[in-house]
């Protein structure tokens, strides 16, 4: 594919590697000079030091012959004039805009909504653009999922019936110093071990490798075995009663909007302490900016409100911060993130859910005892990459710190793999096939070997990270 992409901030770089990694063309566009320079030092593709907003320049480099144009500047604004001016000239390209106002996402997806029928014809795209991404939505509702589980692990879920949990393996746990083959006799149910992490590495499982602790293993399974499975792996998923959130900003208003708002509330008895006659003792929010704190007052008269630094520890201990069950720490420093969640748990908290910028941070953050790193980064660039691989891919998640790629896609009438069993297209090491979704089916079930692959099946597989032969042959993508 030839992929020109207007923007070369952080995820503009993290999407060119993937694309570059994939055996992709890929053109660069940037109109600072010391952004450019740093992309050129981490990419090989064509960088273009101008304004990608100008027809002109995007023709230099190519526009004509590409397959899709990818917009991510800091200005929304300029995202979407720069796809509807495209789309004006080439309507055929594939155009995808990061836009972080929430108004311009959710009115555009009113819109398509509500015109569905007209716009299922020969209209184009509100605004010409085919895909608009929402980093901060995508980071709440991961947030939002791991609260929901007890803050044990990130999870990735497949119709309303399977999850996939990342769990380390506990000293004289059950799984400690076994051999995978081995697993199954401890469990009545079905899981599969999907990835590994050890000693600094990550593989796909064989039956002959041995768990020992401190091992990160990817577990699948359906949703209510994954209770039982926790403590296998030593795992515990204590009762969330008091969560004290930092950052009132953008993510952390979506995370508490979907916890205590929006007429949840058998959710939210769920998750705090049914005893309490309100949500003011169980939910606090603490920010340093006095006018977010104030918006936050208004929005969630439930929850209690804090101005202030939580790195104040006289205000951690006078409000009791200290002993709460869970903190999420959604503020816009990642860094600080990382920070504020280890001086908590040092002080008492008892777990922590903290966003970070991206996968290898997310390891680190986890080294410090941060129990649910969410990669924000990641999170975008896997909503762009899986809209750039066809109408045939439905979804991908990167996992093991991106040395993984969990793809969701229909199998074509064209795919090679028709009318074959599982058992005779299996390629250990390369590519595990963990779900299948039956035409007529209204959920996905576990695979056997004697499986056989039919046209509109839905899979779910997981790949080395850009292994591009892989999805070619079980979607079509190319």
Known sequence: MNIVIIGAGFTGVQLAKRLINEQNNVVLIDNDEDTIRHAGNLLDCKLVKADGNNLETLEDAGIARADALVT?????????????????????????????????????????KKHADTFSGKHRPLYGIDFMIHPDIEAAEAIVK???????????????????????VEKGSAFDSVALKDLRKLADFKFIIVFVESGGSSSL???????????????????????????LCGAKADKLR??????????GTKVADHLIEKNRKPFYKKLFDSQQKSGVANFVIVDSNKERCKE???K????????????????????????????????????????????????????????VAQSQFADIARKLGVEVPIPLRDTIVDS???????????????????????????????????GKALKDIARPGEYLLLLVKKIGCEDYEIPGGNTILSAGDHLVLIEKAGNKKVLERFSGAS
């Open 72 to 112: 991510l500047t800091e200005d929304d604004e300029i995202n979407m004039i720069t796809c509807s001016m495209v789309d004006s000239v080439y309507p055929s390209l594939l155009k995808i805009a990061r836009v972080r106002n929430y108004s311009y996402y959710v009115n555009t997806s009113e819109a398509a």
């Open 146 to 168: 791991a609260v929901e589980h007890g803050a044990v692990s990130d999870i990735v879920t497949f119709g309303s019936k399977f999850e996939l949990a990342a769990l380390q």
């Open 205 to 231: 499982p064989f039956g002959d490798s041995v768990l020992k602790a401190g091992d990160r293993i990817g577990i699948l399974t359906e949703t209510a075995n994954l209770p039982r499975l926790l403590p």
């Open 242 to 251: 008091k969560i004290l959130m930092v950052g009132a900003g953008r993510i």
């Open 296 to 298: 936050a007052c208004e």
């Open 300 to 355: 969630f008269p439930t929850a209690k409100v804090l101005y202030g630094d939580i790195t104040d520890e006289s205000m951690v201990r006078e409000e009791g911060l200290d002993k709460f069950d869970l903190l999420i720490a959604a503020t816009h420093n990642h860094e600080m993130n990382m920070i504020i969640s280890a001086y908590m748990e040092s002080l008492g908290v008892g777990k922590s859910i903290a966003l």
């Open 384 to 418: 762009i990459m899986s809209h750039l691989h066809g109408k045939n891919v439905t979804g991908i998640h990167t996992v093991s710190n991106g040395a993984f790629e969990l793809v969701e896609c229909d199998l074509p009438s064209t795919s090679r793999y028709l």
